[in-house]
């Protein structure tokens, strides 16, 4: 069956979607009194006003039952705030699980509150915000109804408090921190989760099917009742650094440097903001992980500076990590991870009318001579919101080279579509199509995708079709391989049984990925057989069974003087996976890929260990090892990772991470100390080092301290 004829089948299907129940309803009621914000919910009158909602409903682990403990949720607002307020009832209060308190946390593996407002109340957008008993603050955007981007941080506050029947919580939530229709009476999406970990119990207010996360809005309940009067909102995010470094194999200068600079965010009106950024940096924001590359392929580093973070989703067209027409790395990240100072830049993002989003990106960065010219980034971006997850959009990405390095008629232009359909309650089909425009560059620079899914409770089933062109070419995109035709589909099963004993699930499935050049030669094939055995406890293991394909075109060096030759190399691998319950103290994973390997044999370990006491030390101590023979050549690789954190308060931290790659011969260290204010704003004491082994020598390649002050500043209020 070819991937249309696939396709079609999924978009029949979809139309027998099963009935939902109908979702509830909250009002927000007025605020008489400001609550005290300190965790106290039951005994503070201040909320003694507010209608109070109970009624969860289990998604894990026994599907549609009621939840094992009960939650109050009282929601009130004033002119300038929302209020929250939680009392999570707990028959054993003693047995609560607290993970850990450092802010966005992931709050899977820990008891922990969350909720979701979808403040244009579309189905498809929204903000999330949660905590745990330590009061940890977690907070993202979602888009789509399914992309959630955990970077963002927003200005809010939480407190919490633990006694004898439980834990209760208390939210703050300044209506500037959140984007909304331009109306005197709002009507918003929302829903709440509730995990409770010792159980592994996941339940919702606005009940779910199980094949849904929180993220699905379409199926949230109403708030009603919001009063809320425009914003007027000018927030500066100031900052001053001082930095020592020694750079160079001899390290024999060391340099002290001091810079300012700084962000402005203006809301122009409550659902579009302008944000204007000056000698834009970075030093809080951690290293990225290393990683070994044994294939011939571009390695994907994730974003991680704050700035470009902010509404990432909304400029995300592509095929994520594979052929994406922006990716905010290519602004201010040069060859080899040189930085690139950006003298500035400014985005307007937000929406406007019904259901037209826009985004426009403009980036200036600075000329670093014999490394790379000055350059302009530019993108825009336009999407129009449709009912049932549906949408229609349009991007356009711009590099300009300018100044006296720049090559003449230097410049590099994508443009694209993409369209969302959605497909009764349990489907949608996406589809994008882009070409690039290249000085001097001839041939043909298009790429395309199709790819619908299918969700039902007890399965999933998916399929898609991409093709990248020779001389596609978007150089402020990602492409992790060029000249590509990919097809992928899987069947992906859930069982659960009232008798499965210890058993929670059981998910057998079946996924293929082809990639081939367009002559029909095959690059790579996966076929990958697995069952996922999740137990009651917490623990899982997987039994994985892959049958690849490698077709190598040229020849490639896969290890210091070890060469791939041409061909074409079939083989079988194991793949299992194991982990103990991730929420206990201390936990164990073990990740492993037994076969062969480019015409020989790989044996791939992974194993992981981590250890936390209470909710203030966590650590985790990762080994990643190849031991590869192959008819040209043996090799071993070991990559060591080490991550340890202390949180004094949910809002001050120290945390480092250490690092060493045989292959690469490097050791890394960043060590980091945070004290932080609004917004992710505040103290960052951070010290880097990183050092190159030849030979038996140790030479010190770069090594930083730096101390960087930020502070937000509301004008207005």
Known sequence: MNGTAYILMLYLWAQAGAATPPAPAAQAGRATAIPALDGEVQNDPAWAQAPVLTGFWQVKPTEGAAASENTEIRIMHNADTLYVGVVNYDRTPLEIVTTDARRDVSLEQTDSFLMILD??????????FGTNPAGAEYDGQVTEEGTFNANWNGSWEVRTRTSEIGWSAEFAIPFRTLRYPSRDVQTWGVNFQRNIRRH?????????PRQYNLYRLSLAGDLTGLEIPPPRNLQLMPYVLGESRQRGAEA?????????????KYTLTPSLALDITMNTDFAQVEVDDQ?????RFSLFFPEKRPFFLENSGLFSVGISREAELFFSRRIGIGPNGREIPIAGGGRLSGRIGRGFDVGLLSIQTEEVPGVAPSNNFAVARLRREMPNRSSIGAIFVNRQARGDFARPNDHNRSYGADGRLGVGRNGIVTAFVARTSTPGVTGKDYAYELTSIYTRPSYRLAAGFADVADNFNPEVGFLSRGAFRKFNAQMFTFLRRANFGSFQELRPHVLYTGYWNHAGFQLTGNLHMDSHFELKSGHEFHTGVNVTRQGVTAPFAIFPGVIVPPGTYDHVEAQPVFFT????PLSFQFNGVFGGFFGGTRKQVQPQIRLRVGDTFNSQFTLTRNNIDLPWGSFVTNLWSSRLSYSFTPRIFLQGLIQYNDRARIWSSNVRFGLLGEANTGLFVVYNDTQGLTGSDLLRADRSLTVKLSRMFNVFN
């Open 581 to 584: 319950n991730q929420g206990a």
């Open 200 to 208: 592994n119990e996941t339940s919702f207010w606005a009940p779910l």
């Open 291 to 295: 990683q070994i590359n044994l294939d």
């Open 252 to 264: 024999a200068g060391t340099r002290t440097l001091g810079t300012y600079g700084g962000d402005i």
């Open 119 to 128: 403040t244009y109340h579309d189905g498809q957008n929204g903000f999330v």
